[in-house]
């Protein structure tokens, strides 16, 4: 009899303990709301105050002096040219170019960075006020979505097909404003070009039209004059 009523007691402390812990990993979730709620406002109240920005994605692990840390350099001051600023996400590589490029351009070079554990610290050509830290990856990319009006698309692994892959999605289904998107170095990007084309476009899962969506281009003057002859048509927006 002893025993049961121990067995209860111990039944009894697990529920509670189980109880305890949900109430304890519910709260820390109400407090983690709040924490990506401070990094949006935090986001927007820098970003808005931001103009005529593209956004320039690629590796971090481009080295300078490479062609494509060269080929960067180069849009981001054809860009500046057209009276357009550069976004990047604020580390080294092709990031550093496209700062470095529209500094040099005295075009305005804004940043976006992201805290990670093994990463790298924020390059040295952002401008002063013009950088915001972030710690969620969706908090940071909703920054490039809402206030860049032109994604120039770098070589670059997982994180830059990623955004590219994103913003395609989004014109595609229209919960953003359409605006031009262009993929620099046609030997890097024809590999995947042709799998869109002999797979997905013949399979079905998207229509040949929605490669309507990006432009191919070795050329940063032509990347830029894209970029700019999009928005003869209308007024640079914010896409939402």
């Known amino acids: 009899m002893a025993n049961d009523r121990e067995n209860l007691r111990s039944g009894y402390d697990e529920v509670q303990d189980l109880h305890l812990q949900e109430l304890l990993d519910a ?3 109400v407090w983690r709301v709040f924490r990506i709620m401070s990094e949006f406002v935090e986001g927007f109240t820098m970003m808005s105050k931001q103009k005529n ?11 300078p002096g490479s062609r494509y840390y060269e080929l960067t350099i180069c849009v981001a001051k054809e860009l500046a040219k057209r009276g357009f600023n550069v976004l990047t996400g604020a580390g080294p590589g092709i990031m550093e170019a496209g700062n470095k490029g529209a500094q ?3 075009g305005n070079s804004a940043g976006v960075g992201i805290e990670l554990p093994h990463e790298q610290d924020t390059n040295p ?27 120039v698309v770098m070589p670059g692994g997982f994180g830059t097909l990623d955004e590219l892959f994103e913003a395609i999605t989004l014109v595609q289904t229209k919960k953003t ?18 799998w869109i084309r002999t797979r997905l476009i013949q399979d079905g899962m998207i229509s040949p039209e929605d490669l309507d969506y990006f432009y191919l281009t070795d050329d940063p003057a032509d990347a830029a004059e894209y970029i700019a002859e999009f928005y003869k048509k209308g007024r640079v927006l914010k896409n939402f």
């Open 177 to 194: 404003s359409a605006f031009p998107i262009v993929l620099l170095g046609t030997d890097y990007w024809k590999g995947l070009l042709e």
């Open 104 to 106: 040099e351009a005295k």
């Open 53 to 63: 920005l593209v956004s320039i994605f690629g590796s971090a692990r481009v080295q």
């Open 27 to 29: 709260q820390q979730d």
């Open 125 to 151: 050509y952002i401008d002063k006020g013009r950088l915001v830290m972030f710690r969620h990856f969706f908090v940071r990319k909703v920054m490039f979505i809402k206030y860049a009006h032109g994604f």
